[in-house]
């Protein structure tokens, strides 16, 4: 599985938009890019994926480099329940498709 | 939207005992659920691939005489920890995908919170 790097660790502001940056330099093209997001003593939760387009949904943004070896999850206003791990992942198509977590970065958000 | 339910979410157990941990689909039928453990501090380790109707795949280096996987019907898969010891203590999550819905989002139980004693 391909690898990915991530900062362990941000701060940011309440009401401030948030960048959580993602190094997978050695991404295939079939592999798409995973957002998930842990809250303390939860299970984890989808934020947003995809695979070559910048996406939007109610949660946040992702943006993909044009050569697709990055991305940055952008949350627009961070709130208090925004802190939690934030886990980049990259995962083959297909429902049968495993999901193998890093480290994540803690993000932890100030009022 | 999908949920995955776990439970129980937190049991205490005597070492030497077996621990039952069910894992169900809500609102949507699983062929595969996936089992996952996660020690405090640290990032989700993947333990197994549950397959319906058939054997579960264990991820090198997990015992599966000790975790036994079950996934007798399209909305419940269990894990059975058999003779827990105290290193067995953590924080087991299960997750699913719902195959109606988009095929890469991965739904996630909220996990259960093993101590041994």
């Known amino acids: 599985d391909a690898k990915t790097t991530q900062p362990n660790s941000m701060e940011s502001n309440e009401e401030e938009p948030v960048h959580l940056p993602c190094n997978h330099s050695?991404?295939?093209?079939?592999?798409?890019i995973h957002w998930y997001r842990q809250l303390p003593s939860q299970g984890p939760e989808y934020v947003i994926h995809?695979?070559?387009s910048n996406v939007n949904n109610r949660m946040a943004s992702l943006a993909i480099a044009e050569d697709r070896k990055s991305s940055t999850l952008i949350l627009h206003r961070a709130t208090l329940r925004d802190a939690a791990v934030y886990y980049c992942i990259l995962s083959k198509a297909g429902g049968y498709n495993k999901l193998i977590f890093g480290a994540g970065t803690r993000l932890a958000v100030h009022p | 939207g999908a949920v995955v339910s776990q439970h129980p979410s937190r049991v205490i157990c005597k070492s030497g005992t077996s621990v039952k941990i069910e894992c169900r689909s809500l609102d949507f039928q699983a062929t595969t659920m996936f089992w996952y453990r996660q020690f405090p501090k640290q990032s989700l380790m993947l333990m197994a691939t549950s397959n319906e109707g058939s054997k579960a795949t264990y991820e090198q280096g997990v015992e599966k005489d000790k975790f036994l996987i079950n996934h007798a019907s399209l909305t419940l898969s269990t894990l059975t920890v058999t003779s827990a010891h105290p290193e067995d203590s953590s924080f087991y999550i299960c997750s699913a995908r719902d195959p109606g819905a988009s095929n890469e989002k991965l739904f996630f139980g909220s996990g259960t919170q093993l101590s041994v004693l």
């Open positions: 050695t991404i295939s093209g079939t592999d798409y």
């Open positions: 995809g695979l070559t």
